[in-house]
């Protein structure tokens, strides 16, 4: 079965350190990969997406993502954290040929202080 | 473009009441896709169209959830009879054709059935 896995609940960091959001997937083929990013009452926002090429993709609110292919993973990533990153954080999946996105089930990244 | 829009955002009925959640999408953008999100299960996809069409609504738990698109611009989901488990958030999201580009949410219905 096509899933998506984000094997953290919570991720806690302090402000100004590096902050890490792991994702994995297991898809047949070579997946778009994407993560959003969803703030309290809010929709979701997408943030970035590997479609191919570069395996560093770099996205919205200095947010960047490694695709490695023979982990199967998407970890998203950011230098410096800030307070204002915490939210829910979403890493999806859409196998090639397919029009449905495979979402995980969310990290919370808090930042503190 | 004001983005993908959502009404009402919050809505409070009363079990076996009919909802009626509604959603405009991007212009341009051909697909269109529904989702539940509660603590519980997270994000489901109920139900998405391609060019107006229902193409899969194998996520739409019971006969109570239809959809419709009657055209590009405009859709539907509704429940009836409403019961306090349908309770959660409503999103709706779309896209352009070319599946490598990104989906966009709207800011969601949050649904209270009581």
Redesign the interface.
């Known amino acids: 079965a096509q899933s998506v896995a984000q094997p953290e609940d919570q991720v806690n960091v302090a402000e100004g350190n590096p902050l890490t959001v792991k994702c994995t997937y297991s898809v047949s083929g070579n997946p778009?990969l994407?993560w959003?990013v969803q703030y309290p009452?809010?929709?979701?926002?997408?943030l970035l997406?590997y479609?191919t090429g570069d395996n560093l993709v770099k996205g919205s609110y200095g947010f960047e993502a490694e695709f490695n292919k023979s982990q199967t993973s998407f970890h998203l990533k950011k230098p410096s954290a800030l307070v204002s990153d915490s939210a829910l954080y979403?890493c999806a999946v859409?196998p090639?040929?397919?029009?449905?996105?495979i979402?995980g089930?969310?990290t919370r990244l808090a930042v503190h202080p | 473009d004001a983005g993908v829009i959502q009404s009402p955002r919050h809505e409070v009925t009363e079990m076996g009441q009919e909802v009626t959640l509604r959603c405009k999408p991007i212009s341009g953008h051909n697909s269109l896709f529904w989702y539940r999100q509660t603590m519980m299960r997270g994000l489901e996809l109920l139900i998405y169209f391609n060019n107006n069409v229902p193409i899969d609504d194998s996520g739409m738990p019971e006969d109570r959830f239809s959809a419709k698109m009657p055209n590009a611009s405009f859709s539907t989901l509704k429940i009836q009879p409403s019961e306090p488990r349908d309770s959660a958030v409503y999103f709706c999201a779309s896209r352009l054709p070319q599946l490598n580009t990104e989906a966009f949410f709207g800011q969601g219905t949050r649904l209270t059935v009581v």
């Open positions: 778009y994407f959003y009452n809010r929709g979701l926002q997408f997406k479609i979403f859409r090639q040929g397919y029009n449905k996105l979402f089930a969310g």
